[in-house]
């Protein structure tokens, strides 16, 4: 490990995030842990809303830069898995929910899926 650069000098002595976060009250660790398991927590009041507006920040900063909001199903099927090269490698991996569907793992999964099976007209890339 190493040091960058000089550290603040501090008028107080400094407090760990996550205790901060909770003496706040901006997030709930214990009830996250009951509800996600270890290392998980529930965002509250201010909390929440702080999380908010930090997801529609960068929203705002893609869609300005010319980036498309696709928001797809949290449930795709073993095509899906197998057209982004998942499956069958990782098909035991994954979240199913039925012998043909399983929980969305990573955004790409979907989007790599979105023009399946089309050609796109080359004036329309790159796609954003």
Do not use: I
Request: no cysteine.
């Amino acid at each position: 490990m190493r040091t960058v650069g000089v550290p603040p000098v501090l008028g107080f002595q400094g407090r760990d995030h996550v205790r901060l976060a909770q003496e706040l009250g901006l997030v709930d660790h214990q009830r996250g842990t009951a509800l996600g398991g270890r290392g998980y927590w529930v965002y509250r009041g201010e909390g929440a809303a702080l999380e908010w507006a930090l997801l529609n920040h960068f929203l705002d900063a893609h869609r300005r830069a010319g980036y498309e909001f696709v928001l797809p199903p949290h449930l795709l099927t073993y095509e899906a898995g197998y057209t982004a090269g998942q499956f069958p490698k990782f098909a035991d991996e994954v979240f199913r929910t039925d012998d043909d569907h399983f929980l969305l793992p990573t955004a790409e999964t979907a989007l790599v899926n979105l023009h399946r099976g089309e050609t796109l007209d080359e004036r329309e890339l790159p796609r954003r």
